[in-house]
């Protein structure tokens, strides 16, 4: 089963506190999206992959370089991440089929393992819509106050409360669809289900590893390079 994937990578990583982009700090001896991306790389069933980027993004050219791989294009992103991954489509219209899949990975996610990636793939290979990885939440949800944001609220029900991760998997067109309605409205989804939802589908939700996690600040800058660590030493065993 061929699939794209477009990876959202224009951000700045305002959170992070640095002039360089989140996605490119140095994990394990390479960028964090070189990381990211391995995994679609080394599937045959990966047709391409389209990364949306900065206008002025000076870092990613020797990435590129280093990936060598044909299948890997760059297009300039938008200012949201629904915008960029609109353009990462548009670049794939006139390869990709309607009912193709397509794949929406963070850039800033690199610990998708092998296994969460045939598991999202092969639970939605016959799913009309498409689905995500998602971990169901373990901890007890606080809500703080407006007005007090240090002072809790009240306890959130957790039952049925899952933690999106990524990659989002959706029909080429039906996604099309979605971010260009949401674009329409007025609206700007946070990721890929929510604007599959406001469509009024239902995605499914396929569980996935809670190691899968996002570099959004320093502190998971860390625990991702541990996690690679963990996973090489495990793989030289």
Known sequence: MRYFVVVPA???GRRVASATPKQYFAVAGRALIEVALAPFLRDLHCARIVVAIAADDPHWPAIERRLNDPRVRAVTGGAERADSVRLGLAALRNIAAADDWVLVHDAARPCLSRAELASLLGELAD???????????????????????AQVASTVERAHLWRALTPQMFRYAVLERALGAA?????????????IEWLGLVPRLVPGDARNIKVTTAADLALVTALLEVRKAHAAE
């Open 183 to 195: 674009l329409a409205a007025g609206r700007t989804p946070t990721d890929e289900a929510q604007a």
């Open 10 to 12: 224009a951000g700045s």
């Open 127 to 149: 799913h009309e819509v498409g689905g995500l990885l998602a971990v169901p939440l373990a901890d007890t949800l606080k809500r703080a106050r407006p007005d007090q944001p």
